[in-house]
């Protein structure tokens, strides 16, 4: 029998040989069940969980499923719930040489910088283009600190992170640099917006709430919109000049969507945060009971609850059946279950859940 040990609920529930047990089905497999769950009672919790979700859901006994196309399955599924990032497999011989490679950029860099002085971080190049003189907070403790801006906006600082802006707002742009993680919730003047310059990545509002991340040293930076509506462009250049159109190539955010940029890289990656939020919080949307319910109804609560956009061949798919009860779970957990249920799958792409399938 296999080892299970390393299961986590998705697992159980891809698994044909657990279906069988789960089902009363009695196999050879069944018995190898009870004799595992015996041999190991700390994965008893974790296994009741799977059957529980299991009988809350009536799936379609499908086509034996090798192990190949589960861990394939369960390989998408955990890319899926990563922020959205280039994956590719590499031979072995091709990961060493490119270590090599790594280390020796690394060694002609350090002694690049050793002899040319150690180059500005992206804040630091910012914050020196300003025109104004500007007030700085730092977050040197272990935990979040909150800041209100002139505006009375708000700002919560993560550890090591520090933020710079003008003490009084008097720009027609509200402006703000950001070095690390914070939450910002920012309060309304359509007369008035509300620009936040992270690295490469410049953020522009007219009020909502959002995450910023920008990673010092300025390789990285993301934007994840809580609340209302951002857009997102990437600067051009080591100032707050941005090129004339750049704006106008912004991508928009709505809640439940986030935006990656790597430094060097023209693109932003548009994706879904990795735990979506509900945006309507109430009892009857939180606890998702289907009974006999359309794919086309519970797709659409679905994208009511979170915001997010789920598009599936209305044509095939709108009428498939649905029974099940999910409380409390992510929405990716769930969608992962309906996918099964119907015979599909899912992946995200620009902020979008894509569903393929036949159909029913």
């Known amino acids: 029998m296999k080892n299970y040990n390393h299961y986590e609920i998705e697992d159980f529930l891809a698994d044909e040989s657990f279906a069988d047990w789960i089902r009363g089905v009695d196999n050879e497999s069944s018995e190898q069940w009870e004799e595992w769950l015996r041999q190991n009672p700390f994965k008893q919790e974790l296994v009741h969980e799977a059957r529980l979700l299991f009988q809350s859901i009536q799936i379609k006994p499908g086509k034996q499923i090798k192990d190949h196309e589960v861990e ?25 040489a490119g270590i090599f490679l790594l280390m020796g950029v690394g060694v002609v860099a350090g002694v690049y910088l050793k002899k040319n002085g150690t180059r500005k971080s ?24 909150f800041i209100r801006l002139p505006d009375h906006s708000s700002v ?36 008035r917006p509300f620009y936040v310059y992270a690295n490469d990545l410049v953020t522009k509002v007219l009020g909502t709430s959002f995450v910023v991340n920008a990673q010092p040293g300025g390789e990285k930076a993301s934007v994840a919109v809580m609340t209302g509506k ?54 009857q949307v939180a606890t998702f009971d289907f009974s006999e319910a359309s794919l086309m109804e519970v797709f659409m609560k679905l994208e009511k609850a979170y915001g997010v956009r789920i598009i599936y061949d209305e044509e095939t798919m709108a009428r498939c059946p649905l029974t099940a009860s999910f409380s409390n779970r992510p929405l990716f957990e769930m969608l992962t279950i ?23």
């Open 72 to 96: 394939d399955l369960i390989f998408d599924m955990q890319q899926r719930m990563q922020p959205p990032r280039s994956v590719r497999r590499w031979p072995l011989y091709r990961i060493a």
């Open 122 to 145: 992206a804040y630091q190049q910012l914050i020196s283009c300003s025109e104004k003189p500007l007030t700085e907070r730092k977050n040197a403790t272990d935990g979040s600190i």
């Open 156 to 191: 919560v600082l993560k550890p090591g992170a520090k933020i710079s802006f003008d003490p009084r707002f008097a720009a027609q742009k509200r402006v703000v640099y950001l070095e690390g993680e914070a939450f910002f919730e920012v309060t309304k003047n359509p007369d």
């Open 230 to 283: 951002v857009s997102v462009f990437s600067r051009n250049g080591p100032d707050t000049r941005e090129t004339k159109n750049a704006e106008q190539l912004a991508v928009v955010l709505t809640p439940n969507q986030q935006v990656e940029h790597r430094q060097g890289d023209s693109r932003l990656l548009k994706g879904i945060v990795t735990k979506p939020r509900l945006i309507q919080k109430n009892a």
């Open 338 to 360: 309906i996918c099964k249920a119907v015979e599909a799958r899912y992946e995200v792409l620009d902020g979008q859940i894509i569903v393929y399938g036949r159909g029913c």
